[in-house]
Nanobody
Framework: QVQLVESGGGLVQAGGSLRLSCAAS????????MGWFRQAPGKEREFVAQ????????DYRGSVKGRFTISRDNAKNTVYLQMNSLKPEDTAVYYC????????????WGQGTQVTVSS
């Protein structure tokens, strides 16, 4: 069973930076994309960023463009989310997800890591 394990969350002041990591325990499927999502208290989960594994093409939600960067390390089966210029509204639980080629939908999810940005 594929496991996605996130790390790197924590408490940071507004304007600060954090880097999230997501490591896949094994790669038994061909990956179409990996992405980051977040869920704030009382709100629905929302898309943050994704990277297409084969091409490296990236996509971001508008509110994080220019501040967040998603990247991957193929050899380590790991995806990263570098978050700069953090704002209190970025506070949420951040989830990593993987989309296999045969579905191209996010079928695998990590357990989440808390990011808290204080003002």
């Amino acid at each position: 069973q594929v496991q996605l394990v996130e790390s790197g969350g924590g408490l940071v002041q507004a304007g600060g930076s954090l880097r999230l990591s997501c490591a896949a325990s094994e790669r038994t499927f061909s990956t179409y994309a990996m992405g980051w999502f977040r869920q704030a208290p009382g709100k629905e989960r929302e898309f943050v960023a994704q990277i297409i594994w084969s091409s490296g093409s990236t996509d971001y939600r508008g509110s994080v463009k220019g501040r967040f960067t998603i990247s991957r390390d193929n050899a380590k089966n790991t995806v990263y989310l570098q978050m700069n210029s953090l704002k209190p509204e970025d506070t949420a639980v951040y989830y990593c997800a993987a989309a296999p080629d045969n579905s191209q939908s996010y079928d695998y999810w990590g357990q989440g890591t808390q990011v808290t940005v204080s003002s």
